[in-house]
Structures are given as C-alpha cells and as structure tokens.
C-alpha cells in the first residue's frame, strides 16, 4: 500500500514493487485535473489498485487499513514543497504531522504486523549542526515543512518503541527526477532551459538563492533504498543520500551545458545573471521572490549506514540526474510541438 502514488516517488516505487511482483494498492486523494499523468507516463496506471485517501481523514485510512491489512505500508503523501509550508502552516503541519499518526494509530488497532516506512527528510536538519549529516546529526528544521516532519519522524520512531510496530524512517535526501514537480527548483531549471533552447520562450530563468547546497540523486535510486528498509529483521532508520553537495548554481551551469548553452556568471547578490557565452542572451536572473523566510543553506548527507546495513548505492551520478531531467524535458516539449504541427497539417493551416 502506497500513499503519494500521484507524487514523483509514488510512481517510481509502484513500478519497482510491480517489477517485484507485488500487488500495489495505491491511494490518491481526487482532483479536477490529471491526477494520474505520472503514472501513465510510467506506463503502469493500469496495473495498480487504487483507492480513495485523504491524510487528514481519520475514518479512510482506518478502512483501508482494516480492509487491505497490507503487508508493506509507504506513507508518501505529504503537502512536500518546503516553500509552501510558510502559506499553509497549519495544514502542512496536520497533513505531513498528525496524518502520520493517523496512520500509525490505524496500523496499530487494526494490523500491528503491516511493516510502515515514514517518508523522514534532510530538511529536519536545516540549520546543520554537524557536516556530513547522518542518523544520530540533531536536528533543527527551518521551516513548518521540517517542523511538521519531525513530529512525523519522531512519533514513527515512538510507535517503533512503544509498541514494537516495524516502523522504519527514511531521511532521505532531495531526489529529483524527470517526474519532479515543476515548482522544486531542478525541474524548474530543466523546464525552463528545455524551452529556451526550443525557443518557446525568451524570458531568462528566475530563480532565488543561487548559494544554497544540497546533496541530489535520483529518485529510482532512492525508492529502492526504501524497499531495502523493509526488509530487514529490524526496523530502524536510515539515511539515504548521495554524500555529494552541490551549488544551485551548479546545478544550472551542469543542466544548462546537456543542452548547448555555456553559462558565465556576471554580478553578485541580486544583481547576479547568467549569460551564455555564445549567444550573449541572459538566460539566468535572480528575482528574490523566491527568496525564503529562513533557508537550509547547505545538507550533505553521509549515507554510510545505509551502505553498509542495507547494501544500498546510488546508481545515478550528478552529472547524469541534470542531463536526463533536460533531455526529457526537451523530448516532452518536441513531441507536444510534433502532435501540434500535425493538427495543423490536418487542418490545412
Ligand atoms: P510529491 O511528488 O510532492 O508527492 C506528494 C504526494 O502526496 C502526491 O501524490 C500528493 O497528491 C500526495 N498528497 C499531498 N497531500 C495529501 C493529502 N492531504 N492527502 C493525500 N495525499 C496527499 O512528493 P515526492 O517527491 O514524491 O516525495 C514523497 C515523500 O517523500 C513526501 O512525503 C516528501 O515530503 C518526502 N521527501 C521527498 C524528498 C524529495 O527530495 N523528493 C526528500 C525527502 C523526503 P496530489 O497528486 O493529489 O497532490
Ligand atoms: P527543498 O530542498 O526541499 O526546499 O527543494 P527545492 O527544490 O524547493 O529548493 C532547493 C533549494 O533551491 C532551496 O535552498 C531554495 O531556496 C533554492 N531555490 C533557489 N531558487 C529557487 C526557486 O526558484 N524555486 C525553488 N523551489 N527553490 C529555489
């Protein structure tokens, strides 16, 4: 059973658990618009069970749970854009926070033996106060996102103890993917480069803080590192993160190379753009819009435990994460404007 199966890591945990064999029940809440785009692109909407689920609806998740009594259960959803969580404080804080319990409570009344993971983050530890972080790094989140998900993370360690429920927490670092939601800063950036270089827009790329660092890997690698944590004889809690940091800047300068363009950096602060050498056009500029309350400036995770006890390894380098984001965006828009032109070479235009 999958919670988030609409999200980036809902997808890509379905099809490796269907890969696997498994049967996936998975739940996703209603929506007017395409709920279910990523998984048709994955190419499996057919293949999973799917149930309606809401977090904060305490009644839902008792049914399903008495219903189903999975053997696995992957709680995914959560309200997961940091920069979001200062506008929606309270329900970030009811969704990624107390949904946890929810589900917690629901497992432990009615299928004490469902193995849990608890989808934890880097951001829990935010202000860092140790570099590399790693499970025993304390934690001080920046943001009612952070917040709400130590709450999470703690009470899933508390069921753990309390009651003996095999619940294990993955502090996974941030995961992209081509999948990754358009308003996380990587699909940002390969979305907009894709366009610039089909010459679909003009306007340069605006983004906030260029300074800060986190620590990327794909998220194919990462869902089986969830799996793996299933698995064992005992529940714990794992990091999973590549051990690599990188500038959001970088992340640009890389992206923006897979496709054609040669970035130099001009000016500081606010002032700072990005031009490409050989066209001379600002493709990058800083709008501090997009600057945040308070900001995690750097994570870096150390994912030695996870290597060792899970025999976990990240497959997908850095390098290769940012040019498979821009070339997937780049087929996307190429086969939009392929289906486009052939409309309008059926309709004589
Ligand atoms: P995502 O793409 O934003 O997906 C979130 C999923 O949660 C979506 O399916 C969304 O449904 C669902 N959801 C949100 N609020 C809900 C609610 N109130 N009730 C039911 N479903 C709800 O996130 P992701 O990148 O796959 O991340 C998966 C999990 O890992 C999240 O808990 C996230 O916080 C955590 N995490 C992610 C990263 C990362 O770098 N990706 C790192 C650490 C931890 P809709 O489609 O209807 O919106
Ligand atoms: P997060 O690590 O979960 O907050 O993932 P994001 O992809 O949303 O943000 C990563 C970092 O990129 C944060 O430090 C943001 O401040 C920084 N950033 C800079 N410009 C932008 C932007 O335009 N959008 C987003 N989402 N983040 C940005």
């Known amino acids: 059973m999958i919670t988030g199966i609409t999200g980036q890591d809902g997808g890509y945990l379905a099809k490796f658990l269907l890969d696997k064999g498994y049967r996936v029940i998975g739940l996703y809440r209603r929506g007017a618009t395409d709920t279910f785009s990523k998984l048709k692109e994955h190419g499996i909407l057919d293949k999973i069970e799917l149930e309606d689920f809401e977090l904060l609806e305490f009644s839902n998740i008792c049914r399903l749970i008495k219903k189903y009594k999975p053997d696995e259960f992957y709680n995914l959803a959560a309200q997961s854009f940091v920069a979001a969580s200062w506008q929606e404080p309270i329900y970030t804080a009811q969704a990624d926070g107390m949904g946890v319990l929810y589900i917690l409570e629901a497992i432990r009344e009615f299928s004490p033996k469902t ?86 827009v003009q306007k340069p790329l605006e983004l906030g803080n260029l300074n800060a660092k986190r620590d990327w890997g794909h998220a194919l690698d990462y869902v089986e590192g969830m799996w793996l944590m299933l698995q064992q004889e005992k529940p714990d809690t794992y990091v999973l993160s590549t051990g690599e940091t990188h500038p959001i800047r970088d992340f640009v300068q890389e992206a923006a190379r897979a496709c054609g363009f040669d970035i130099i950096w001009q000016g500081d602060g606010i002032d700072e753009i990005g031009i490409d050498r050989n066209t001379n056009k600002t493709i990058v500029k800083v709008n501090p819009k997009f600057f945040r309350p308070a900001e995690v400036e750097l994570l870096v995770g150390d994912p030695s435990k996870a290597q060792e006890i899970l025999g976990w390894k990240r497959k997908i380098s850095y390098k290769e994460l940012c040019r498979l984001m821009v070339e997937e965006d780049i087929k996307r828009y190429e086969s939009k404007l392929s289906d486009y032109m052939g409309v309008m070479v059926e309709a004589g235009k």
């Open 115 to 200: 193995k849990f993971y608890q989808a934890s983050t880097s951001e829990m530890f935010g202000k860092v106060q140790e570099i590399p972080q790693k499970e025993t790094t304390p934690f001080y989140p920046r943001s009612p996102y952070g917040c709400a998900k130590l709450f999470a993370h703690w009470i899933s360690v508390n069921y753990r103890e309390s009651f003996g429920i095999f619940a294990c927490c993955g502090i996974l670092f941030n995961h992209e993917s081509p999948m990754r939601g358009k308003e996380f800063v990587t699909r940002k950036i390969t979305d907009h480069l894709a366009k610039l270089k089909l010459n679909l």
